[in-house]
């Protein structure tokens, strides 16, 4: 069945840093990738998505790329801010009840 | 914001008694979603609806049942509590662009 594997946390970095969070998936078709993040306390929020492969998606200065050769599609960010500090999943859906989560990975950016 | 609110947002109840949660949503979308989430493993599908009376099972749904009388209202019933499902539950809708969107969460624990 399908799956999502993403690196393990918690990721702790300085502000300013390059951020990069691993993800790669399983699937037997050709899943929609998604990254949601999570704020203490609060649901899941969509960041971004890619639904073919060689898609970037885009938001907030956080980037993913649909990689199919390498089935991954990994998240990374520039120059990190405090207010990044969340939670990330990732994610992919093949159908209308199909979404598959990875594990999270805390992310925890100090000043 | 998909207009997804919860109800209620907290709650501490006593193994084998039952429970309900309520998730309700304002902009009339097929697809609704419940999920509990775990430390290490993510988001987890209990059952979905597809439409009104339209409900199916999903990878974690012993223990659990759902009804769906209007569009705007899905609930998920814990038949008679237990430890284990102590989790903190999502309610989510799916666009027409196979994008889910999340309420805030309920908090549940079972003594």
């Known amino acids: 069945g399908n799956s999502v594997t993403q690196m393990e946390g918690p990721v702790t970095l300085s502000e300013e840093a390059f951020l990069t969070i691993n993800c790669t998936y399983t699937?037997?078709?050709?899943?929609?990738l998604f990254w949601y993040v999570q704020y203490p306390g609060e649901g899941l929020q969509l960041l971004l998505k890619?639904?073919?492969?060689?898609d970037k998606g885009s938001n907030k200065g956080f980037e993913a790329t649909y990689r199919k050769e390498t089935t991954s599609f990994h998240l990374e960010k520039g120059s990190v801010q405090v207010s990044d500090s969340a939670v990330y999943f990732c994610?992919?859906?093949?159908?209308?009840?199909?979404?598959?989560f990875g594990a999270g990975t805390r992310l925890t950016v100090k000043p | 914001d998909a207009g997804i609110t919860q109800s209620p947002r907290h709650k501490v109840t006593e193994t084998g008694t039952p429970v309900t949660l309520r998730c309700h949503q304002t902009?009339?979308?097929?697809?609704m979603y419940w999920y509990r989430q775990d430390p290490g493993h993510g988001l987890r599908l209990i059952h979905y609806s597809y439409g009104v009376k339209d409900t199916d099972k999903g990878e974690v749904s012993d223990g659990y049942s759902v009804s769906r009388s209007k569009t705007e209202d899905f609930l998920l019933t814990l038949e008679s509590a237990t430890s284990s499902q102590t989790s903190v539950y999502f309610c989510?809708?799916?666009?027409?662009?196979?994008?889910?969107?999340f309420g805030p969460g309920t908090r549940l624990t079972v003594l």
């Open positions: 989510a809708i799916r666009t027409v662009h196979n994008e889910q969107f």
């Open positions: 890619a639904t073919k492969a060689d």
């Open positions: 699937a037997t078709g050709y899943p929609s």
């Open positions: 994610a992919l859906s093949e159908g209308n009840n199909d979404m598959r």
């Open positions: 902009e009339n979308h097929r697809y």
